[in-house]
């Protein structure tokens, strides 16, 4: 059976707004539904470890709230990734939410426990603003995972549409690009998500369970 590992922000603060974030809970449920759907098993860490700070939890997404029930225990325990082994997944989602942008971008364990997994033959995926956690991640041959591939993600366009460019603290698309990748985008908002040789990205909430159909195919 197939393994997929979450890898969820533990940042809860959106800078010095006074309001709360964390990892975007919708982004891992509805990919969740698809990967289980196709036999896959799923499983969870964390920057931190411990429960991570949740956020986008709607009263009428009854995915998510069918998510959560089944997974509460282990959402609240969630390990740090230095305390696992690479060779027991087959793929890391990195999911979104803003906090991840405080976070991932320095969670060296977790890049590096990425990169094994990219380098045994796995895939490497993120949404929306999880691909902060690709902007530092690197392969053992020092190079960006990103670099000169199709990459998506959380647009320039779409911070300024939620009034938050100058609360994140830097933009993930200018980021993305610094560190190669060619980044590719739709409509704000819109699903979009693209594959390029096993790395695989969406650009928005839209586009979560997007990306776990193309990480299934990927993978195969």
């Known amino acids: 059976m197939p393994k997929v590992l979450f890898a969820l922000t533990s940042h809860g603060r959106l800078g010095d707004t006074g309001r709360n974030t964390g990892f975007y809970v919708p982004e891992v449920a509805h990919p969740s539904r698809v990967f289980q759907a196709a036999g896959w098993d799923i499983a969870f860490v964390s920057v931190a470890g411990g429960k991570p700070p949740r956020d986008g939890i709607k009263p009428d997404d009854t995915v998510t709230e069918e998510f959560l029930a089944a997974n509460e225990a282990a959402l609240a325990t ?62 053992t041959d020092g190079s960006h995972l990103v670099d000169g591939k199709q990459v998506s993600g959380f647009t320039n366009e779409e911070e300024a549409a939620v009034g938050l460019t100058d609360v994140v603290p830097f933009a993930l698309e200018t980021a993305l690009i610094e560190r190669g990748a060619k980044f590719t985008k739709a409509e704000n908002f819109t699903e979009y998500a693209v594959a390029d040789s096993r790395l695989v990205t969406g650009q928005n909430p839209a586009s979560a369970a997007k990306v776990a159909e193309l990480t299934i195919a990927e993978l195969a």
């Open 78 to 139: 969630t390990p740090k990734a230095e305390v696992l082994n690479p060779q027991d997944y087959d793929a890391v989602y990195f999911a979104g939410g803003h906090g991840a942008m405080w976070d991932l971008p320095g969670a060296g364990a977790l890049a590096r426990l990425a990169a094994a997994v990219y380098e045994h033959g796995g895939v490497v995926a993120a949404v929306c603003h999880g691909p902060a956690g690709l902007v530092n991640l690197t392969l």
